[in-house]
């Protein structure tokens, strides 16, 4: 029997997958934005988690001199890289451990966001009728919280803490994510396969979850690497407001610290240039990677 | 005497993979006053063709190669303003979805109107009149010329856009599937418009389609394209009657025809050659019945043969002991 | 014996978008897709659906397989009512009635393998793992891709027009269903590629003992893949007999009209005016007596004032004309 060969490059699933993750190789090296924004993310995943064995010393501590006085004011690139603040902390070792908070914050927050987007997206548009009304109420509702004020709030009732921010972002940051899902999911259920899949007999979770859910996810990462960035960004103000985390060390706090300590008018710039900076690059980064990976990840029909 | 000569035409497409060769070495002629089809199948570069010929392409596209001799001139070697101004005027374009051609923010008579005052240089009086004349011409209604195009159902926007190339009264008509998202009543009227306004001003035009029933009802002369290239052209009823390429004759039995015996249809098995690297020798090779070791070295070129038609394949000389092969359905199945 | 597929005086209304003035007078107008249809189809029957657009054929064919809700009328399916289907045994429908879809571009996950949307059905209906790989060899036999090797791993943007559609029919087939709907199977396929899909449909026909319903436009396509053809114009039907019959011999002014507007790939045919009046405003059904009547050059005072039944005039072969 005459076998029609298809003139397609990519035979096997495997080498089918090798290819997409050749295909995705190619567009980074194209958009060198998308490429720039994931090497940020990279060695700020890095630094985070060796954060023990790059920072030279605890960050909380106060350290001395020789003489025996507090370390405090040391001009960068001496005997510590960044200097140390009034309170003789190593500025560089709080840096470092700054990735680390800002990244837990950031990637908690951003998952956060992503799922209940996603899932509120996924059975809104999905099940439509009163479901997605209320869902969309309920959308509504939290765009209208103004975020910043909110998670302000949040931490005066509970501890403050990272997680305040997580919370936050959880509660009330998902609503765009939910909406750009759900039309979506309008689109995808009216796609031709969709019904094929009922009429094969799949259920209406295996069609949400098997079928739609796969084809809407592209998205929810696109939303998710702007949300890190937000996350941070938000983290950030609320240290600086004096809201955030005590215990541990970010680079909201160290801006916090340094505002206090009228770094600005004492011209003490290693002190706050570094964590703007970082704070920048990272939520730059975000928005990068979030516009270059919109292209790999949705894949093509033949032309 | 020619409308238009299409001479050894080539265009290239850019793509991420390479570059395309969507038309190689396209050449046929078109009489005055007649109806040419373009027949293929999809990918095989009508649609491409036709867009050179008017000089509206993608940016990624470009000529490559070859002559388009209108009226003694070649519009190749003309500016795109030069083109621009014969555009409508002389050579109008069909699109290949009619609501490509009509806007759909203005009502039709409007923008017929606009033509004809912007580029026939009428007054708008003047051009009202004459877009009434078109409407009936075409046989629409022309109290319906103030109504927005998403108020015409298939048909109607398929004569509408019909009466807009014909506005300037051009020399060649070049219509790109136009009958092809029409139910079959409508499909037959509108191919009787064509056929009757051809004779009525002497129009040319180039009709492609993919269907060669559409072809054999509405059509003088025929092109066939495969993969780029003509690989026969004629007067209709000799290309159908009796094809000189196994392509052609494959076409045939790949057709369900309505009043047939029933026999089973044949398909072709196989698909085109991809066109970024086209292959060297004839592009049917792969899928020919008859294919010999010369065919795979060696390009075919344009043939004239017996009946005043031409075909590109090395065996034209046995055709008629082929064409009898390929009437059999066992030669088209592979083992 | 009875029918396999039974529907009786079957109607489907859908709600049309309301101009203020209705919505003043609290109208409702509806747009009859289907409105009263009889239609029998005993097992291992083979009928094409054939009208023009707007005539309810698609409508017919998702109303037959239960997508769809009727506005009216009722369809027995193995002589249980498709209405108050519901559970297992609405399960066990799924698995004997099956659809074809128009657009082969589109009727496959595009992240799902081959492999995995041919396993699908398999899953859903619950069929043990051991026969999942015997059901899909077979299925990918009768559409003529026996090298299932070269497929089970590509997907759906790796192949081509005719081959998804195979794989469409083979996903369809998997389950091997009593009954299939193929709603315009080839018209987004090249031409060259048609004759294949065709060919295949007659072959699983021919095997499997499969009743079917295409839905198409094509006459030709309709005459060649089913015996008896059933003509639909604006939610009725207009005539229905064995193929060949409808086409050589029409007896509803509608299928004259179309007959004579199908071309043929010969430079000899007919190009006589149609039998068919004016009027290229899209159809729209009038109300009482026959739909045909704005545009039949026959028609007379009955007309407008009674619906013609369909009555038997040949064996077989039945129409809705009051000239007959």
């Known amino acids: ?303 | 005497m020619s409308v238009l000569s299409v001479q050894d035409l080539a265009v290239h497409y850019r793509t991420e993979r390479g570059t395309a060769q969507a038309v190689r070495g396209a050449s046929f002629e078109v009489p005055e006053g007649q109806v040419v089809g373009v027949v293929g199948e999809s990918g095989c570069g009508k649609t491409t063709l036709a867009r050179a010929i008017i000089g509206v392409m993608p940016k990624t596209a470009s000529i490559a190669g070859g002559r388009l001799i209108f009226q003694g001139t070649d519009l190749l070697t003309l500016s795109p303003r030069e083109l621009a101004s014969r555009r409508w005027r002389d050579i109008a374009f069909i699109p290949q979805s009619a609501m490509n051609s009509l806007d759909p923010v203005y009502r039709v008579g409007t923008q017929m109107v606009e033509v004809l005052v912007e580029r026939g240089g009428m007054d708008k009086r003047a051009a009202k009149v004459r877009a009434a004349e078109l409407f009936d011409m075409v046989g629409l209604d022309p109290g319906r010329l103030r109504d927005f195009p998403h108020q015409y159902s298939g048909g109607m926007r398929q004569r509408a856009a019909i009466a807009l190339a014909l506005a300037l009264e051009p020399k060649l008509v070049i219509a790109d599937e136009p009958v092809t998202a029409l139910d079959v009543i409508i499909q037959r009227q509108v191919l009787d418009t064509f056929k009757e306004l051809q004779g009525r001003l002497g129009l040319s035009v180039i009709l492609i389609t993919h269907d060669i029933s559409v072809v054999a009802y509405a059509t003088d002369r025929v092109v066939v394209m495969y993969a780029g290239e003509v690989i026969e052209s004629g007067a209709t009823a000799e290309v159908l009657g009796r094809p000189f390429h196994p392509y052609t004759m494959g076409l045939y039995r790949a057709f369900p025809d309505l009043h047939g015996s029933g026999g089973t249809l044949v398909p072709i098995e196989g698909s085109p050659p991809g066109l970024i690297s086209p292959p060297t020798g004839c592009s049917f090779a792969d899928r020919c019945p008859f294919v010999e070791l010369r065919c795979r070295e060696e390009r075919p070129p344009l043939l004239d043969v017996a009946s005043g038609s031409r075909a590109a394949c090395w065996r034209v000389s046995e055709a008629d002991t082929l064409r009898v092969r390929a009437g059999e359905a066992a030669t088209w199945l592979r083992s | 014996m009875a029918p396999l597929v039974a529907a009786t005086g079957l109607e489907k209304h859908f709600p049309v978008t309301r101009r203020f003035s209705e919505v003043l007078r609290r109208e409702h107008p509806v747009s009859r897709a289907v409105d009263g249809i009889d239609l029998f189809i005993d097992e291992g029957e083979t009928v094409g659906l054939l009208g023009e657009s707007g005539c309810g054929k698609t409508t017919t064919g998702r109303l037959l397989l239960k997508l769809t809700a009727p506005t009216a009328g009722s369809i027995r399916f193995a002589d249980q009512d498709l209405g108050s289907l519901q559970g297992p045994a609405l399960k066990k429908f799924r698995q004997q009635a099956q659809l074809v879809f128009q657009n082969p571009f589109d009727a496959l996950n595009p992240r799902f393998t081959i492999f995995r949307a041919l396993r699908e059905p398999l899953l859903n209906a619950g069929i043990p793992k051991e026969e999942h790989d015997e059901r899909m060899r077979i299925a990918m036999r009768r559409v003529r891709l026996a090298d299932v090797d070269d497929y089970y791993d590509r997907y759906p943007h790796e192949l081509s027009g005719g081959q998804l559609q195979r794989v469409v029919l083979a996903r369809a087939l998997v389950l091997e269903p009593r009954f299939l709907v193929a709603d315009e199977p080839v018209s987004m396929l090249d031409v060259s590629v048609r004759a294949g899909i065709l060919n295949v449909m007659r072959d699983v026909h021919a095997t499997m003992g499969l009743t079917a319903v295409y839905i198409s436009h094509d006459f030709a396509l309709v005459r060649y893949v089913c015996a008896r053809t059933v003509v639909m114009y604006l939610g009725k039907m207009v005539e229905d007999g064995p193929s060949a019959e409808v086409v050589e011999r029409p007896l509803h002014p509608y299928t004259k009209a179309l007959v004579q507007a199908v071309p043929v790939p010969h430079v000899n045919q007919s190009r006589e005016p149609l039998p068919i009046k004016g009027s290229l405003s899209a159809a729209s059904a009038p109300v009482g007596g026959c739909r045909f009547r704005d545009r039949c050059p026959y028609a007379f005072a009955r007309c407008t004032d009674e619906e013609p039944p369909m009555r038997e005039l040949a064996p077989g072969h039945r129409a809705a004309c009051h000239l007959l």
């Open chain 1, 1 to 303: 029997m005459p076998a029609t060969a298809s003139p397609a490059p990519a035979r096997g699933g495997r080498k089918a997958k090798l290819a997409a993750i050749g295909r995705a190789f190619d567009l980074v090296r194209r958009d060198p934005f998308a490429t720039a924004g994931i090497l940020i993310y990279l060695v700020f995943l890095i630094i985070a988690i060796f954060a023990d064995q790059l920072a030279t010393h605890d960050p909380n501590q106060i350290l001395y001199r020789p003489n025996g006085r507090v370390a405090s004011n040391n001009p960068p690139f001496g005997a510590h890289i960044l200097g140390t603040t009034n309170l003789g902390r190593d500025i560089y070792s709080q840096l470092i451990f700054g990735a680390r908070s800002a990244l837990i914050v950031g990637i908690s927050a951003a998952l956060a966001v992503v799922l209940v987007g996603t899932l509120v997206g996924l059975v809104a548009g999905f099940f439509r009728g009163f479901i997605d009304m209320a869902l969309m109420r309920v959308a509504d509702i939290a765009l209208g919280i103004p975020f910043l004020p909110f998670v302000i709030v949040l931490s005066s009732f509970l501890e403050p803490s990272m997680w305040n921010v997580v919370m936050g972002m959880g509660l009330v940051v998902w609503p765009s994510t939910a909406r750009v899902i759900r039309s979506q999911v309008l689109t995808l259920r009216e796609r031709t396969f969709v019904e094929a899949a009922r009429v094969t007999g799949s259920s209406q979770f295996r069609i949400l979850f098997v079928h739609i859910a796969p084809n809407v996810l592209p998205l929810s990462f696109v939303y998710g690497s702007i949300a890190i960035g937000w996350a941070i960004l938000t983290e950030a103000s609320i240290s600086f407001l004096g809201f955030g985390a005590t215990d541990s060390v970010s680079w909201g706090s160290m801006l916090q610290n340094a505002y206090v300590s009228q770094a600005l008018s004492r011209g003490w710039y290693h002190w706050f240039v570094p964590p703007g900076i970082c704070i920048i690059l990272v939520v730059v980064a975000g928005f990068f990677v979030s516009r270059g990976f919109e292209e790999v990840l949705f894949p093509r029909l033949r032309d």
